[in-house]
């Protein structure tokens, strides 16, 4: 049965249905949302099948289905389903770990308040998830990574009542979300250049040659490629989303929410996104390669960012405690790997690594999950301690996952897809530093995987916790002993003799002969790895849960420092914080004495000159109106006292005058 | 010295003006002084008169006329003059022109 | 077109509403209210009759009234409507009614705050409606007396001096607007946006302004007209009497003063300043982009040092408000230069217009979800008095959520589509602007989470130890359509393109500097 | 004296041709002189006469009428009964109150004799018989008349008594309030005749309507009214019957007269007479016809018989007013005039001035323009009429 | 005829003279009628007549009967007819303006050199044209005249009545 690329849209609506039912459904429905939810991942598996069916049977062709989202100016964006091996064997990936997980999760969630929520938010992170894999258009893959952050944000502080849980879930969403500013701008960058957004669009795609050739001619600042600016862009996303080395602070805080959660989120899907998306746009990534004097590659970045994250979580994981926390770390080195994969070159031998580390990283976090659920949620390896005895599928299953970690040759997945990475790294012809960095990553994940299982598992229990602890449900185990099978089946699909799973990715891969030497060194390595770990670890078990470890009684202030995560969380509130702070209160200062008081002095500038038009006109304009009047009415005051009532006095002047008249006329001879 | 009938009615007039004059200046009652005024009035009919019968157009009545009018207006004004009298004897009790000098500034 | 004079109906039944509650002089609370409600949805109704009537493809404005008011001066009072129009008109019609109903209880007397909120709704109406200068600025000013009215009988303990200082503020901006269009009706001799524009495009407009007053005349006029928009958008410099008065304001008069008020100010830049002066905008863009990076970045960040929750919302639709400056000026500091697709243009203006509509729903819901915080508690609204809202009302916290996560421009919702598109024209226009743009998001991000988490999460504590009763059915009624809306236009955000996009093709269109 | 002078002696003309007889032969300003001094003689001659006989037939005529015979002890019937009177006049003792104004007390009765006789200068008493022509002879006869009052005056202040100088007063108000209707009534007059010349207006009046009603005034509607009114007027301005309030025995004893006596007094009682004449006179020439004859063939009579006819006709009905009427006290006599008399000579005016203005109407128009004027003469006159008397009712009396 | 005007003028002159100087009221105000008399003589002598019988009916006849009646009412008691003679000065000063206007006059009437008028008939004016001439070009004057006249009496008899309101005031 196979499914045609328009009916793809179905796998992620499936469990978007099932978490719209769960928001909906009362808190007491709890069996209707665990039902719809599992049910909605089933069949969303069996779509996943039917799609890998199509999509085997023409692995180069990208089948592509797009339509209009809304129209925009002339043209309008445009969204569209993609269907390629890449997509199929992811989503068949993601929906059978999160099936199995989901199945685990009613076991350990059962006795939670909030299980309907819980549900609910799976599927809702299911959706998204399957959402980025199957989007053909850049656009598309952005929603769905935000609806990404916002599941694990409302999963992470799922537990939202423990401020520990909410303050974690803020930090991870902050940090992705710095990351996907990076992301919004490559994609915009993208978009603006090129026009769309479509990865295949019958020629006018962004992944296709023409689209791709325009990018790379293009130059910007320092000369860089405009590929190779918006491929650096997109990286940013994806570090942030994968936890990669400056972005990856959030990842061990995301322990806080509950196990199935990270077992979904920190192995299997969320942070393999980020390696998914630089899969899914290789071909932008890659395409600087091409110009030999482009200043810098892509590519080189996230293999430098690669090693490093890798070597550097490995490091940290050694001084770990919390069972939850090594294998957060755990998962920052192997994701350290795939990146260094895809920057060496080889993006199929990262989606190997990714599709192998998300079954066995989904295993060791359920078992731990089995653990924390056996052991009253206690989490601390030192308190933990001989639960071989009583956690006997759980124990088992837990060290099929510690040797698929560790790379134990031959039988595990892990060896053969860390064992093409390191091929992959050693091909590289730019530099050998990852290769090495590679190396020494090995050694430290076997030492601190043996010391983990050392822990834990061995020697006699040391808290009450761990001595009662007792076997998990049946519906816990069960997912647990499927998930140990393929961890070490899945190895098998790409063993450099027989590279079924390159081939279906990348058609034209062929494997370089010559590796054996290569084998022969990584397990010469996981030897020593595990070997030193017994030996430090397993000979000389830990009498009680104070005592010292010890490595922190041999170089303690080294092993306090990889305890504190060497101090990221303190740097990052030191500078970002700080900085963060420090423009709020500027604004705010701004705002409240720059802007306002401008305000107040104009106003108390209106009051000013108010006063002094009332002052002026008070004294100035009604003083001199004043005066004049005064000086008007004593003037007529003289001039009245010539009207002396008397009668014969105006006669006789009358008279006068009229004499001068007559006088002045005759005399002056007017005649 | 010949002198026109003109010139004598003018000088006739004139000497019956400077009485008139004279009688209203000097006299202190109010009604001498309003007498002398109706002398001063007539002495200005007079001479109408004499310009209408002696002057360059006697044909044209105005002068006539004139004298007319002035007789009847000096007779309102007479009346109201003596009106004004009898009030201000009736406020002052007396009818000495100086004393009537409420009006001053 | 309908001989039904349909846009005065819009404008003035709210006005009649005011009029009938002002006179009913025996309505109790509820029946006042009940009026109140009725008169303000028949705007939403008259909305979607004039939606059902509008053509999206004629880009002129359509239902035109054009009746002589004084012929001496060349005034009529004429009212039309185009997509932009349109689409405020609707904003209005859903956001008022939904203020009145998250005001419904706390009101002492309903009737006076009913009568005085339909006016506001007219004079709002009045301002998307009118296409003459002369109304539009009756309408413009007459809205403040109301705004004023509310704030300060309403408000809360600095309501009056926030209100006079909103008032005088706003009515000192539009002083110099008066006075530069007193100045073009002198030199053109009317005052008729359309025939303004016109006049501009063909570059007479320049000509006639240059022979009236002298060479830069008519930058004087624009920066006229500039400040009186920019008071009231506002523009970042000018902005400091909104926070307060935002607060200040009753829950219902804040919705609106941030749901529709501030779109005015934009809907005046779009309407009037953009068409009559392209050319002054083009030249002081490069100034005006730099204020409105500053009003994104800094009216974030300033938010999140803010302890009162109205505050930080304030300056939080201060932020989003400026994103749709940003990227007018943005589209006016491209127009000169070659190249830029008019594609990105599209993208910016009809991003504005989104973000206009968006903002308007989000901010309302999220002054509404502050109020009901506020009504539980006795007027309590610090950031740090409450604890563990969500355990105690998970329906609120789902919903308020939503909210947030819909300012704070989540995709999926329809902050995101708004926001996408500006950023998509502005990316296109002036990149740095964009990248700087970014970090408002980041921040905007970071204050809303921080509240959300110092309000929601974690354990009851503060004011929500006591009796914190969940959503009430009034309540639903006031968050359910908003949120509903955000859910549908997130989703299928062309039911509001599909009005608009024409109009805003043609605005890109004719880009060409005159 | 040859037969052509006897031919053409004719009643009518024989006062002229005495005249001439007598003056034929002086040279002009000469004859002038004489002339005028013997038509001066003649009329003093005349109406001296005539005012002693006239005092004679008044209390004849006052004795008939109250039942008793009346002065008949001097001559036959008492003809010689004013000669008497001037003896006594004359022969009586001429007493001057001790303090009075002895000039102006001399003065007062000359003042009033002289101003009464120079009104006869302008009474046409024959066709030609004038003694001065003037044009504006009836306002010269006004004039004269009118500084009668100033001679009362000197009476009543003259004779140095209270009593006298309150008589005199009243004696002015009534001469003064009647001065007015007796000017306004000859205004009519003078409006249709054209001329205030006596003989002109005279001359007015001749002619005959219908054959034998005479052309007169006073057979016009507002000819009869003026006439009326006039005649009233004269009544009082010569102190005559109803209104001889000064002089009248039950008020103050002779009014302004008191202290006069002897010959002073009858010079007072000669001007009295003087003027009734004069009024006589100048009411014959206005409103009668003056020297006109009555019927056309009555027309050989000369016109100076006519006069004297006509006048003593008048005076008789002033004495026989003077047996018939009571007296008017002060204030309704003053009421009278200024209520009833001037209003009604006011409206006579209005009345002539329709009345000239229509005499282009004939036929029937002619009957309506009298009647028209009937109308206005009747209609005030009864309402004037009756409003004044409206106060007046039974009258209360307070005795003192 | 000059010797009739000489009289005439010489005896209205004198009347007046001895008028003004005369202590005793009511003999001056007679004087000053018959100096009125005088002047309608000098009309009549001038040849109008129309013009002297108006004066006499007005002066002799009318203000001369005001002019009294104002004396008498003005005296307190007949004794006070005597007059207190006024002040020397007053009279030394009158005499003075009243001879230097009389100068004056003289000197202006002998100076000018009036043409005698041709005296062609001695102009008279009958009593028509007289009418004529006042109803025609001088009609407005009469009316007008005629008002002055009513308004002049009647303000003249308000301002000299005693209305009992007024009297009963002063009295006191």
């Known amino acids: ?671 | 010295m010949s002198l026109s009938p003109l010139q004598l009615c003018l000088l006739f007039s004139s000497a019956l003006f400077c009485v008139g004059l004279i009688g209203a200046l000097s006299r202190s009652n109010t009604i001498l002084v309003l007498l002398g005024i109706e002398l001063m009035l007539n002495a200005a009919n007079i001479n109408f008169i004499a310009f209408w019968r002696f002057g360059p157009a006697p044909a044209a009545g105005t002068g006539v006329v004139f004298v007319l009018f002035s007789i009847a207006v000096a007779a309102a004004e007479a009346a109201v003059g003596l009106a004004l009298v009898i009030a201000v004897y009736r406020h002052q009790k007396n009818i000495r022109l100086q004393e009537a000098n409420r009006l001053k500034g | ?514 | ?400 | ?172």
Request: hydrophobic content about 55%; glycine content about 10%.
């Open chain 4, 1 to 400: 004296m040859n037969a052509a002078f006897l031919a053409t002696l004719s009643l009518e003309l024989l006062p002229a041709q005495l005249r001439d007889m007598v003056t034929g032969w002086l040279p002009e300003p000469w004859r002038w002189l004489v002339n005028s001094i013997l038509a001066i003689a003649v009329i003093l001659a005349s109406f001296g006469l005539l005012f002693a006989y006239l005092t004679l037939a008044e209390r004849k005529i006052l004795g008939r009428v109250q039942n008793r015979p009346g002065p008949n002890r001097t001559g036959y019937f008492g003809l010689l009964q004013p000669f008497a009177d001037g003896v006594k006049a004359l022969t009586k003792e001429d007493i001057v109150p001790r303090g009075a104004d002895h000039l102006l007390h001399f003065l007062a009765p000359v003042a009033l004799l002289a101003f009464s006789i120079m009104t006869f200068a302008v009474l046409p008493f024959g066709r030609n018989l004038v003694a001065v022509e003037l044009d504006a002879g009836v306002l010269y006869f006004f004039a004269a008349g009118a500084a009668t009052e100033l001679a009362v005056f000197m009476a009543g202040w003259a004779s140095h008594n209270k009593y006298s100088l309150l008589a005199a007063m009243r004696a002015l108000a009534q001469l003064i309030s009647y001065e007015l209707p007796l000017l306004l009534s000859f205004v009519p007059v003078i409006m249709i005749a054209g001329s205030l010349s006596t003989q002109e207006i005279v001359h007015r009046q001749s002619g005959w309507m219908f054959g034998f009603v005479p052309q007169w005034h006073v057979l016009t509607p507002w000819g009869f009214a003026g006439f009326a009114i006039f005649m009233t007027a004269a009544l009082a301005e010569s102190n005559r019957s109803p209104f001889d309030l000064p002089e009248a025995e039950s008020e103050l004893i002779a009014g302004h007269l008191t202290e006069y006596s002897g010959f002073k007094y009858a010079l007072f009682f000669m001007a009295e007479y003087f003027g009734m004449c004069a009024l006589c006179g100048m009411a014959v020439t206005l409103f009668l016809g003056g020297w006109q004859a009555p019927l056309p063939f009555l027309e050989f009579i000369p016109s100076y018989v006519w006069f004297a006819t006509k006048m003593l006709t008048l005076l008789l009905g002033f004495i026989w007013v003077r047996c018939t009427f009571p007296r008017l006290r002060i204030d309704q006599l003053t009421r009278f005039a200024w209520k009833f008399l001037v209003p009604l000579a006011l409206i006579n005016l209005g009345t002539t001035a329709f009345w000239s203005l229509t005499s282009g109407w004939t036929g029937g128009l002619q009957i309506a323009r009298w009647l028209v004027a009937i109308a206005l003469v009747v209609i005030p006159f009864q309402l004037i009429g009756r409003k004044l008397s409206a106060g007046l009712g039974p009258r209360t009396y307070r005795y003192a």
């Open chain 5, 1 to 172: 005829m000059t010797l009739a005007f000489l009289a005439i003028a010489f005896v209205t002159v004198a009347a007046a003279a001895v008028a003004m100087a005369l202590r005793n009221l009511i003999h001056s105000a007679l004087l000053l009628v018959f100096n009125w008399a005088g002047i309608a003589a000098f009309y009549l002598w001038a040849g109008a007549e129309f013009v002297a019988f108006s004066q006499l009916m007005v002066y002799v006849g009318a203000v001369s009967m005001v002019v009294l009646f104002a004396v008498l009412l003005t005296q307190r008691s007949p004794q006070s007819f005597r007059e207190q003679p006024d002040s020397i000065s007053r009279v030394i000063g009158a005499l003075l303006v009243g001879g230097a206007v009389l100068g004056v006059l003289f000197g202006a009437v002998l100076s000018s050199r009036l043409a005698p008028s041709a005296a062609t008939a001695t102009p008279t004016i009958s009593v028509k044209e007289l009418g004529s001439l006042l109803m025609g070009p001088h009609a407005a004057a009469l009316l007008i005249v005629g008002v002055i006249l009513t308004v002049t009496l009647i303000g003249a008899v308000i301002i000299a009545s005693t209305d009992h309101a007024e009297s009963g005031k002063d009295e006191s």
């Open chain 3, 1 to 514: 077109m309908s001989t039904l004079p349909l846009l005065s109906l819009v404008v003035f039944t709210p006005f009649a509403g005011a009029a009938g509650l002002g006179l009913l002089r025996g309505a109790s609370p509820a029946a006042s209210r009940a009026l109140a409600l009725i008169f303000s949805l028949s705007t939403l109704a008259l909305s979607l009759v004039l939606l059902g009537g509008f053509d999206p493809a004629r880009t002129a404005p359509q239902f035109v009234e054009r009746h002589a008011w004084i012929a001496a001066l060349n005034v009529n009072y004429s009212l039309g409507l185009d997509g932009l129009s349109l689409l405020l008109v609707l904003l209005t019609g859903i956001v008022t009614p939904v203020a009145l109903l998250a005001s419904a209880k706390a009101e002492r007397d309903s009737r006076l705050f009913g009568a005085l909120f339909l006016m506001l709704q007219g004079a709002a109406l009045g301002v998307f409606l009118a296409l003459d200068f002369f109304p539009w600025f009756l309408f413009w000013e007459l809205s403040l007396v109301p705004a004023f009215f509310l704030i300060k009988l309403w408000g809360g303990q600095g309501a009056t001096r926030a209100a006079y200082q909103f008032v005088i503020y706003t009515i000192g901006g539009s002083a110099f607007m008066l006075a530069g269009f007193a100045a073009l009706f002198v030199a053109t001799g009317t005052m008729d946006f359309n025939t303004l524009a016109q006049l501009a495009a063909d570059g007479s407009l320049a000509q006639k302004l240059a022979a009236f007053g002298g060479g830069n005349w008519t930058k004087v006029i624009f920066l006229g007209v500039l400040i009186g928009l920019a008071v009231k958008v506002p523009l970042w410099p000018f902005h400091t009497w909104l926070p307060p008065a935002y607060a200040e304001a009753p829950t219902g008069a804040s919705m609106f003063l941030t749901g529709v008020m501030s779109k005015m100010g934009v809907y005046g830049f779009l309407r009037i300043l953009w068409p009559i002066f392209p050319g002054p905008l083009h030249d002081a863009s490069c100034w005006l982009l730099a204020l409105a990076l500053g009003g994104v970045v800094l009216g974030a960040w300033s938010a999140m040092r803010q302890t009162d929750l109205k505050r930080m919302v304030a300056y939080s639709s201060i932020n989003h408000l400026s994103y749709c400056l940003l990227a007018l000026f943005a589209v006016s500091y491209a127009t000169g230069r070659a190249g830029p697709s008019s594609e990105a243009a599209a993208a910016a203006l009809s991003g504005t217009l989104l973000q206009m509509f968006n903002h308007g729903l989000s901010a309302a819901a999220l002054f509404a979800c502050v109020g009901m915080l506020e009504a539980r508690t006795g007027g309590k609204r610090g950031l740090h008095e409450f604890g563990g809202v969500r355990t105690a009302a998970p329906i609120f916290a789902g919903l308020c959520g939503v909210a947030m996560f819909s300012s704070l421009g989540l995709p999926g919702l329809n902050g995101f589509v708004g926001e996408f598109l500006i950023f998509r024209g502005v990316f296109g226009l002036n990149a740095w602007a964009a990248a700087i743009a970014c970090l408002g998001l980041l921040a905007t991000a970071l204050f809303l989470l921080t509240f959300w988490q110092r309000v929601f999460h974690g354990p009851r504590a503060g004011a929500t130890t006591g009796v914190f009763a969940d959503v009430q059915p009034g309540e639903y009624l006031t968050l359910v359509p908003l949120v509903a809306l955000m859910l549908v236009l997130g989703v299928a955000p062309h039911l509001l393109t599909r009005l608009i996009n024409p109009l805003v093709t043609a605005w890109a269109g004719h880009l060409t500097l005159p």
């Open chain 1, 1 to 671: 049965m196979n499914l045609s690329v328009q009916y793809l849209w179905l796998i992620p609506a499936l469990p978007l249905l099932a978490a719209g039912i769960g928001a909906l459904t009362p808190r007491s429905g709890k069996a209707i949302a665990a039902g719809a939810t599992i049910g909605a991942m089933g069949l969303a598996f069996v779509l996943s099948c039917g799609a890998l069916v199509t999509a085997l049977k023409d692995p180069a062709a990208h089948l592509v289905a797009n339509f209009t989202w809304f129209e925009l100016g002339h043209s309008a964006v445009r969204l569209g389903w993609l269907l390629d091996p890449l997509t199929a064997l992811m989503c068949v990936m993601v929906t059978f770990v999160g099936l199995l997980i989901f199945i685990f999760s009613t076991g350990y969630m059962h006795e939670d308040a909030n299980f309907t929520r819980f549900f609910c938010f799976l599927s809702l992170f299911a959706a998204a998830m399957l959402g980025i894999l199957i989007a053909n258009s850049l656009l598309l893959l952005f929603i769905s990574w935000e609806l990404v952050g916002l599941a694990s944000y409302l999963l992470i502080g799922f537990w939202f009542h423990k401020p520990a849980a909410a303050a974690a879930a803020k930090k991870a969403f902050i940090t992705t979300r710095i990351g996907d500013l990076g992301f919004l701008l490559g994609m915009l960058w993208l978009s603006d250049a090129t026009g769309s957004l479509l990865f295949y669009d019958a020629g006018k795609g962004v992944l296709e040659t023409s689209a791709l050739t325009a990018l790379v001619t293009q130059t910007t600042v320092g000369g860089l490629a405009v590929s190779t600016a918006i491929g650096l862009l997109l990286f940013c996303g994806a570090a942030g989303k994968s936890g990669q080395f400056p972005l990856h602070v959030w990842l061990p805080d995301a322990m806080e929410g509950p196990t199935p959660v990270s077992a979904l989120i920190h192995a299997a899907t969320m942070v393999a996104a980020g390696v998914f998306l630089i899969a899914r746009v290789y071909p932008l990534m890659s395409a600087d390669q091409a110009i030999a004097t482009a200043p810098l590659h892509a590519l080189s970045v996230v293999a430098a960012i690669g090693a490093i994250t890798a070597l550097l979580g490995a490091v940290i994981a050694v001084a770990q405690n919390d069972i939850k926390r090594i294998l957060a770390f755990s998962t920052v080195s192997q994701l350290g790997y795939m990146m260094l994969a895809l920057g060496v070159g080889s993006w199929v031998a990262a989606i190997f690594h990714l599709l192998t580390h998300a079954f066995f990283k989904a295993l060791l976090f359920l078992a731990a999950g089995s653990v924390i659920h056996a052991a009253h949620h206690e989490q601390d390896i030192r308190q933990l301690g001989g639960l071989k005895g009583p956690l006997k599928v759980t124990f088992a299953t837990f060290a099929i996952g510690m040797m698929a970690l560790a790379g134990v040759p031959f039988v595990f997945s892990g060896f053969w897809s860390k064992e093409a990475i390191l091929h992959a790294a050693h091909g590289w012809n730019v530099s050998h530093l990852p290769f090495y960095a590679g190396l020494v990553a090995v050694v430290l994940t076997a030492f601190y995987m043996t010391r983990l299982v050392a822990e834990a598992f061995f020697g006699q229990a040391r808290s009450p916790a761990s001595e009662h602890a007792h076997e998990s449900p049946a519906v816990m185990t069960v997912p647990l002993v499927l998930l140990a099978i393929c961890a070490v089946l899945l190895g098998f699909l790409g063993t450099p003799y027989w590279p079924w799973l390159q081939h279906t990715l990348d058609p034209k891969f062929h494997s370089e002969p010559g590796g054996g030497g290569l084998m022969v060194t990584s397990i010469v390595l996981v030897a020593l790895g595990i070997g030193s770990g017994w030996a430090v670890y397993g000979r000389r078990l830990r009498a009680k849960a104070s005592a010292p470890d010890p490595i922190e009684a041999k170089v303690p202030d080294l092993f306090a420092a990889l305890a504190a995560r060497l101090g990221f969380d303190e740097l990052y509130a030191a500078t970002v914080g700080r900085l963060n702070t420090f423009l709020a209160d500027a604004a705010d200062v701004f705002d409240r004495y720059i802007w306002d008081g401008a305000v107040r002095l104009l106003a108390g500038l209106g009051q000013f000159t108010g006063n002094v038009t009332r002052e002026t006109d008070e004294n100035l304009v009604n003083g001199g109106f004043d005066a004049t009047s005064e000086q008007l009415k004593s003037t007529a005051k003289t001039y009245s006292r010539a009207q002396t009532g008397d009668t014969h006095g105006y006669l006789m002047l009358v008279a006068l005058g009229f004499v001068l008249l007559v006088l002045a006329v005759m005399l002056g001879g007017t005649r």
